[in-house]
């Protein structure tokens, strides 16, 4: 998921392909497998810094980059791009899968249930605007995103009909109950993570139907959400740190691979 350029800093358009990574001969722990990373920004590494591709925000600290670079895998392919929606992923990023795919990663939904304006509405309107703007998101949640999602997981095993697929869920983003010192009222911060529910529950069960594993952030982000002491999501621009990849995305995604 990516905020509009407005709620942050700006960042320059370069048309970069994905990025394709060989690994080398002496692949012990995953030799034969091909990984092709695939999403939104969640998965890209928007504000984790150390991008190889900025137009996409593709980090090196992101969680796909962290797991080919702990594992080695035969091939490695990062097509996750900051602010893909559905249909992005199915035009853009689909055609990096094929038969030899093994192991595919995924992290979509955000972007199209509304992240962006809900976000600008719960950080800068009132308590009520926020509560609409979640209700709608969570209209399309319920009613549009399960077919969307099932017409993208179908095509997903279609292209890659070998392939272990993790689809990655969302973290909930902010500590609930007392005080955050120039962030949100306890109130929007516990509506937020009512919608985040709503939105895993909704990619979880579609990927169970699809037979994909579901890798849950929230736990892995338990203790570290945005106004915590030591807060893994940036407060600015409501994404993982490099920290929160390393410390919770990177684990969570392991422990859901087969064979880890």
């Known amino acids: 998921m990516s905020l509009p350029r407005a709620a942050g800093a700006a960042v320059p358009v370069l048309a970069l392909a994905s990025v394709a990574v060989p690994a080398s001969a002496s692949s012990t722990a995953a030799a034969g497998v091909a990984y092709v990373a695939l999403g939104d920004s969640y998965a890209s590494g928007t504000g984790a810094g150390s991008y190889s591709d900025v137009a996409c925000t593709r980090s090196r600290n992101a969680y796909p980059s962290l797991w080919a670079d702990a594992n080695d895998p035969a091939s490695f392919t990062f097509a996750a791009c900051g602010g893909a929606k559905i249909p992005d992923v199915l035009s853009d990023q689909l055609g990096e899968l094929d038969e030899d795919t093994t192991l595919v990663s995924l992290s979509i939904g955000g972007n199209d249930s509304g992240f962006a304006s809900t976000m600008l509405n719960c950080q800068y309107s009132t308590r009520s605007a926020c509560e ?6 969570g209209e399309y949640v319920v009613n549009e995103l399960p077919d ?55 990619i ?4 169970r139907a699809a037979g994909f594993a579901f890798a849950d952030g929230r736990p892995a982000f338990a203790g570290h959400e945005i106004c915590t002491s030591d807060a893994w999501i940036s407060s600015t621009n409501v994404h993982p740190t490099a920290e929160g990849h390393e410390s919770a995305c990177l684990p969570a995604f392991t422990s859901a691979v087969s064979g880890s």
């Open 132 to 137: 609409r703007a979640l209700e709608t998101a």
């Open 148 to 202: 969307e999602l099932d017409g993208l997981y179908a095509a997903v095993r279609a292209r890659a009909p070998r392939a272990e697929v993790v689809i990655m869920g969302y973290p909930h983003l902010y500590e609930e109950g007392g005080l955050c010192l120039g962030g949100l009222s306890s109130a929007k911060r516990s509506a937020l993570n009512d919608g985040s529910d709503l939105l895993d529950e909704t």
């Open 204 to 207: 979880a069960d579609r990927a």
